[in-house]
């Protein structure tokens, strides 16, 4: 049984587009929200987060949304550069433990 | 500022044999985690350690055991490799539970 969801196993946007990745979750008591990007033979490095009592939360070129009622919340990437080509997972905390997504690879072509 | 070191980077074993994963954190964290990832597949919990002498189990812990007898190291052990457990596996840690997890490169494990 999957908590957090990311239904797009890849995603492809032109350079300078704006990047969007999805990530579904069904457990309300989730109470924090959060995106790694890993690079081939690295770990996941922590990139942005979102408390559940927000709807947005932005850092640069990176914006977290957060829809409470839908369970949906997504990353916005804008403009995206070739350093986004990545794997994204999105995770979620509930009882102080955290759940990862299957993660979505970003291409971004030139 | 080293963070989370991880040896070795890669790995072959055959079915049977055992061998340990090691993790080092330069953090004073207190939360470490293991954690394996199959192609295709999310990042899965295997155990994870809320201070020195305290380990629990996290989603696939079969197959595993850990040990953490200080702040910095939590080692991984495989007693009888399996083809099953081939995959990348990734230590973490925080500071406090579901705090940011900062991640080692991983050790990708190969059995034959």
């Known amino acids: 049984d999957q908590q957090v969801k990311q239904n797009s196993p890849s995603l492809s946007v032109q350079e300078g587009r704006i990047s969007i990745l999805n990530c579904d979750y069904t457990?309300?008591?989730?109470?924090?929200f959060l995106w790694y990007k890993k690079y081939p033979a690295e770990g996941p490095t922590f990139l942005i987060s979102i408390s559940s009592i927000k709807d947005k939360n932005e850092d640069g070129r990176f914006t977290v949304f957060l829809n409470k009622s839908a369970k949906h919340l997504s990353l916005h990437i804008v403009p995206s550069q070739p350093g986004d080509s990545a794997v994204y997972f999105c995770?979620?905390?509930?009882?102080?433990?955290?759940?990862f997504g299957k993660g979505t690879r970003l291409h971004i072509l030139p | 500022n080293a963070g989370v070191t991880q040896t070795p980077k890669f790995r072959i074993l055959k079915i049977g044999q055992s061998m340990t994963l090691q993790c080092t954190q330069d953090?004073?964290?207190?939360?470490m985690y293991w954690y394996r990832q199959d192609p295709g597949m999310g990042l899965k919990l295997i155990y994870y350690s809320v201070g020195a002498g305290i380990t629990d189990k996290g989603e696939v812990p079969n197959g595993y055991n850990v040990s953490r007898s200080t702040t910095e190291d939590f080692p991984l052990r495989l007693e009888l490799a399996a083809p099953s457990q081939t995959s990348v596996y990734f230590c973490a840690s925080s500071y406090r539970a579901g705090d940011t997890q900062y991640f080692g490169p991983g050790t990708r494990l190969t059995v034959l």
């Open positions: 995770a979620a905390r509930g009882a102080g433990k955290i759940i």
């Open positions: 457990n309300s008591m989730f109470d924090y």
């Open positions: 953090m004073n964290h207190n939360y």
